[in-house]
């Protein structure tokens, strides 16, 4: 089985400079919406839609403005905060400023400028001004042309199942990888190489991701196991997908469950996030017997976080673990007591 990118839709032209704008177009009785250009700022590339939304009545419908940071197209885990200039042809020199934190695991980058339409008409301009930080540097995920030579075959699980790869591309994304193909391993020239211990269906899901072909699958039911295999194979863009999933609503994990996730994982860029979001799980936290599963770099992230959110632990140093811990916390003790 070849597993190469099909009936992808063709990327859109890429414009750049700190401005994007779009002409209102005619729409057509049924059209629903209108995009702009890509326009590529500061590394980001940024998109404009017009649409209707579903929220209104047929008889009332409103056209809304959004900004969409495309960079999902591009990588699995990324964020920036963007400062945002608006100027609107309703009203000629005027202009509204506002920041925004965009990230994948947020609306799938998105934000919508509510408020800001029903009278467009044929013709207006609307524009806005990006400037956007240098956010968090992303893994860019890699491109897999139908053109590239799959010069590789894996035998996978004990259906024996064959996925045909490119050995440069999958070595560029996983040391495991790099060094079952070009390492002195005793398979490397083999024309086909065993892979063990993982069903074919649970392979090619993250193989798909990889590469972001379509027909990969992500859910509550399988992200567990889905890292285990990114852990594995030591693929790193396979767990920027599971930790943007995690972080984001999509999941329905409690913030309680999702931090046991990062904490397993030892993922600390999905710990922190998700202790940033937990109030009223802190103290609840602090009366379970997960308490004692936790780190003691995650414990100091979840005082801290109990200064920022003026809650109270009950369970601060908790027996048996005085020793181990209390050391660590007498800041965070004067400032509670």
């Not at 329905?252 to 030892?266: D, G, P, R, W």
């Amino acid at each position: 089985i070849r597993l190469v990118p099909e009936g992808r839709m063709a990327a859109p032209p890429v414009e750049s400079g700190g401005k994007i704008s779009m002409v209102v177009e005619e729409w057509t009785a049924t059209q629903t919406e209108q995009f702009s250009a890509v326009h590529r700022i500061n590394g980001y590339p940024w998109r404009l839609k017009l649409f209707f939304s579903d929220d209104d009545d047929d008889d009332g419908k409103k056209r809304y403005l959004e900004l969409i940071c495309d960079i999902s197209s591009e990588a699995e885990l990324w964020q920036c905060t963007a400062a945002v200039k608006t100027v609107s042809p309703l009203q000629p020199g005027t202009s509204y400023r506002r920041s925004h934190y965009f990230a994948s695991w947020y609306n799938g980058g998105r934000t919508r400028w509510a408020n800001t339409s029903g009278d467009w008409k044929v013709g207006d301009r609307l524009e806005m001004e990006i400037v956007p930080d240098d956010g968090e540097r992303w893994r860019v995920r890699p491109i897999l042309y139908p053109s590239v030579p799959l010069d590789g075959i894996l035998v996978v699980g004990e259906e024996k199942r064959k996925i045909h790869v490119n050995k440069k591309s999958l070595a560029s994304q996983s040391p495991f990888f790099d060094r079952l193909f070009y390492s002195d391993f005793m398979d490397k020239n083999m024309n086909a190489i065993r892979i063990g211990d993982v069903e074919y269906k649970e392979f090619s899901n993250i193989y798909r991701m990889i590469y972001g072909f379509d027909g990969a699958s992500l859910s509550d039911e399988n992200v567990r196991r889905v890292e285990q295999l990114a852990d594995r194979f030591e693929l790193k863009i396979v767990e920027d997908r599971v930790v943007s999933f995690v972080l984001s609503d999509n999941c329905s994990f409690s913030q309680i469950e999702k931090l046991m996730f990062a904490e397993h994982c030892n993922i600390p860029f999905m710990r922190d996030k998700i202790i940033s979001k937990m109030n009223d799980e802190l103290e609840e936290l602090s009366e379970s017997p997960l308490w004692f599963e936790l780190s003691k770099e995650t414990m100091q992230a979840l005082m801290k976080q109990c200064i920022l959110t003026k809650k109270r632990m009950r369970i601060l140093c908790r027996k048996n673990q005085s020793e181990r811990f209390c050391s660590s916390f007498v800041p965070y003790f004067l400032y509670f007591f």
